[in-house]
C-alpha cells in the first residue's frame, strides 16, 4: 500500500539556521503531496502542496519540490524562526476506491532557539 | 474563516465504558474524514463520510468503534467499550471538491484512557 518515511525528531535548531526535513514516499499512480504543521494543542493545518511531478509547493518561506525520479517531497527554509516550532508531518493522497485518503508519515517535532 | 468544530477536547475515561466525539465540519463540505493520531505517530484514518454514506471504513475496527453522519452535516464517533490502547488523539477533518478536496482539520479531542 501507499506510505510515507520522513525525517524524525526531534531537532533543534537556532533562530535563522536552514532547515530541510526529508521526505519520500511509496505509491502507485500520481499522488498529491502535502507538508502540514502541528502546533501545540492544535489540530494539523496544511503548509504547501504539490499536485503533480516537479511542481513546487511554497508558503511562509517553507518550499518543497514534488521529485517523481526520487519519489521525494523534502521540506526547506532559509531561516527559521522561534515561532516555527511545531510538528511537521508529511503526506501523500492518492484516489483508491471512491475514497482520498491522507497517507502521512510519523511526524518530525522540531524546536527553534532565539 | 469557517472552522472544523470538535468537542469535547479532553476526555478522560475507564476502560470498559462507553465515550463519543462530535465533529461539526465546514458548512457545505460533503466529505468528512475521521482520523486517529496516536503520540508520535502521524494520523491515520478510521472513516471518511461522502454527505451521509461511509466511503471508507476499512481501518475502522468495527466490533468496538461506530461512526454516523445522520443528515450529512455533523458527525458523532462512538467507542465501546474503550481499551486502554484507544488513548489518542481524534481528528475530524472536511473537504469539499469546490476547493481541490483540500482537508481541513478541526482542534481534534484527546482521549485518554486508565
Known amino acids: 500500500g501507499d506510505s510515507v518515511t520522513q525525517m524524525e525528531g526531534p531537532v533543534t535548531l537556532s533562530e535563522e539556521a536552514f532547515l530541510t526535513i526529508n521526505c519520500t514516499y511509496t505509491?502507485?499512480?500520481?499522488?498529491?503531496l502535502f507538508w502540514y504543521v502541528q502546533y501545540p494543542g492544535e489540530g494539523l493545518q496544511l503548509l504547501l502542496k504539490?499536485?503533480?511531478?516537479?511542481d513546487k509547493g511554497s508558503n511562509k518561506g517553507f518550499e518543497a519540490t514534488y521529485r517523481k525520479e526520487t519519489t521525494s517531497f523534502h521540506l526547506e527554509k532559509g531561516s527559521v524562526q522561534v515561532s516555527d516550532s511545531a510538528v511537521y508531518f508529511c503526506?501523500?493522497?492518492?484516489?483508491?476506491?471512491?475514497?482520498?485518503?491522507?497517507?502521512f508519515g510519523k511526524g518530525m517535532k522540531l524546536t527553534v532557539n532565539p | 474563516e469557517a472552522e472544523v468544530a470538535q468537542s469535547p477536547r479532553y476526555k478522560i475515561t475507564e476502560k470498559s465504558q462507553a465515550v463519543a466525539f462530535w465533529c461539526d465540519p465546514i458548512?457545505?463540505?460533503?466529505?468528512l474524514y475521521w482520523y486517529r493520531q496516536i503520540l508520535g505517530q502521524g494520523p491515520e484514518l478510521l472513516v471518511q463520510?461522502?454527505?451521509?454514506?461511509?466511503?471508507?471504513d476499512s481501518q475502522l475496527p468495527k466490533d468496538r468503534f461506530s461512526a454516523e453522519r445522520l443528515k450529512g452535516v455533523d458527525s458523532t464517533l462512538k467507542i465501546q467499550p474503550a481499551e486502554l490502547g484507544d488513548s489518542a488523539m481524534y481528528l475530524c477533518?472536511?473537504?469539499?471538491?469546490?476547493?481541490?478536496?483540500?482537508?481541513?482539520f478541526g482542534p481534534g479531542t484527546r482521549l485518554t484512557v486508565t
Open positions: 477533518a472536511s473537504s469539499t471538491l469546490d476547493r481541490g478536496n483540500e482537508q481541513y
Open positions: 505509491a502507485t499512480g500520481y499522488p498529491s
Open positions: 504539490a499536485t503533480k511531478a516537479d
Open positions: 503526506a501523500l493522497r492518492n484516489y483508491r476506491g471512491g475514497s482520498e485518503k491522507l497517507v
Open positions: 458548512s457545505g463540505h460533503a466529505t
Open positions: 463520510f461522502q454527505d451521509e454514506s461511509v466511503v471508507d
